[in-house]
């Protein structure tokens, strides 16, 4: 039976499918592990379950015993794990696609709805009691016929569209490529940021941190939006540059943002805290029993196609 080092809690349901298929370390006290807690813990491990909370830098990936070969992430993105250091190591990194797609776009309209209809200061008024009704009371940005930009078109940003679509807004995306039209659907493409920011009455971040796309959204790129636009994001932190959409936020230029994910989670900038036009969730994308149930399940699954085939469909360096 091979050994694996599980870092986080996982349901239980995946727990004891784990512990059927591996001899399998959990960390039942769902600790945080420090980058030389998951060194010292991995010792003897074939594989690791890491989640998104591991940092898997260089230094991490190569102070790791020669016995471990596989880094499971427990999630679709993969900006915690560095892949060249991984595959210098001869260590396989996988992630787990398609399983959250629908509740990851949940979430990516839940952050436009609240944005636009001004979600969190309708919460606070109605918690506090101190609402009186009339004619302009929180009048928000409506979406029928708003156009929405989706950075990112992949599974998450094509589902967003889908139901967004529905809304009545008016779909324009930037991908690196264009897609078939049947992915489309009838969706605007735009070859570079530029013009997709340049239309994007609501944007929606949801393509995958990256080196190229750390800090696109930054200073001089939110200059492209139209004024009074509202951000969101549900991708990753790292694409934004903080206090540039603070600034923004603060002037006006962006009317309000939707943000589920942050850099240095989960101390986001104090900035979001303070703004009543932010509407912010701690992280929830992928965050249904169904999701997290199908995800942990692909990422033990995973481990067992590579322990069994020498290599994985869901492998990505
Ligand atoms: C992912 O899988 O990358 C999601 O952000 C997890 O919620």
């Given at each position: 039976?091979?050994?694996?080092?599980?870092?986080?809690?996982?349901?239980?349901?995946?727990?004891?499918?784990?512990?059927?298929?591996?001899?399998?370390?959990?960390?039942?006290?769902?600790e945080?592990?420090?980058?030389?807690?998951?060194?010292?813990?991995?010792?003897g491990?074939?594989?690791?379950?890491?989640?998104?909370?591991?940092?898997?830098?260089?230094?991490?990936?190569?102070?790791?015993?020669?016995?471990?070969?596989?880094?499971?992430?427990?999630?679709?993105?993969?900006?915690?794990?560095?892949?060249?250091?991984?595959?210098?190591?001869?260590?396989?990194?996988?992630?787990?696609?398609?399983?959250?797609?629908?509740?990851?776009?949940?979430?990516?309209?839940?952050?436009?709805?609240?944005?636009?209809?001004?979600?969190?200061?309708?919460?606070?008024?109605?918690?506090?009691?101190?609402?009186?009704?009339s004619?302009?009371?929180?009048?928000?940005?409506?979406?029928?016929?708003?156009?929405?930009?989706?950075?990112?078109?992949?599974?998450?940003?094509?589902?967003?569209?889908?139901?967004?679509?529905?809304?009545?807004?008016?779909?324009?995306?930037?991908?690196?490529?264009?897609?078939?039209?049947?992915?489309?659907?009838?969706?605007?493409?735009?070859?570079?940021?530029?013009?997709?920011?340049?239309?994007?009455?609501?944007?929606?971040i949801?393509?995958?941190?990256?080196?190229?796309t750390?800090?696109?959204?930054?200073?001089?790129?939110?200059?492209?939006?139209?004024?009074?636009?509202?951000?969101?994001?549900?991708?990753?932190?790292?694409?934004?540059?903080?206090?540039?959409?603070?600034?923004?936020?603060?002037?006006?230029?962006?009317?309000?943002?939707?943000?589920?994910?942050?850099k240095?989670?989960?101390?986001?900038?104090?900035?979001?805290?303070?703004?009543?036009?932010?509407?912010?969730?701690?992280?929830?994308?992928?965050?249904?029993?169904?999701?997290?149930?199908?995800?942990?399940?692909?990422?033990?699954?995973?481990?067992?196609?590579?322990?069994?085939?020498?290599?994985?469909?869901?492998?990505?360096?």
């Amino acid at each position: 039976m091979k050994r694996i080092l599980i870092t986080r809690r996982l349901l239980k349901s995946c727990e004891e499918k784990a512990s059927k298929i591996f001899e399998a370390n959990f960390n039942d006290n769902d600790e945080l592990y420090s980058q030389s807690k998951v060194i010292e813990m991995s010792q003897g491990c074939d594989g690791i379950l890491t989640s998104l909370t591991d940092k898997m830098d260089a230094e991490t990936i190569n102070k790791l015993p020669d016995s471990v070969k596989i880094l499971s992430n427990f999630a679709v993105g993969f900006g915690n794990i560095d892949l060249e250091a991984a595959k210098k190591r001869g260590i396989i990194v996988t992630n787990t696609p398609d399983v959250l797609t629908d509740a990851t776009a949940e979430i990516g309209i839940l952050l436009i709805l609240g944005a636009c209809r001004r979600a969190s200061e309708g919460i606070e008024s109605a918690r506090e009691s101190n609402w009186k009704w009339s004619a302009d009371y929180l009048i928000g940005k409506q979406l029928t016929g708003t156009r929405l930009g989706i950075l990112g078109m992949g599974r998450i940003g094509q589902r967003i569209a889908k139901i967004a679509k529905s809304l009545g807004m008016i779909i324009h995306y930037h991908n690196r490529s264009k897609l078939s039209d049947e992915k489309e659907q009838g969706a605007t493409y735009h070859d570079n940021l530029k013009d997709l920011l340049s239309v994007s009455d609501v944007l929606s971040i949801c393509c995958p941190a990256s080196k190229e796309t750390v800090d696109m959204i930054n200073k001089e790129t939110i200059e492209y939006l139209p004024k009074g636009a509202v951000v969101t994001n549900v991708a990753r932190g790292d694409i934004v540059e903080d206090e540039a959409l603070i600034d923004a936020l603060n002037r006006r230029k962006v009317y309000a943002v939707g943000l589920d994910v942050y850099k240095n989670e989960p101390n986001l900038n104090s900035g979001y805290l303070k703004h009543k036009s932010a509407f912010i969730l701690p992280h929830l994308g992928s965050a249904t029993k169904e999701t997290r149930t199908a995800m942990a399940n692909l990422a033990i699954d995973n481990i067992d196609e590579f322990f069994k085939t020498g290599s994985c469909k869901n492998k990505v360096n």
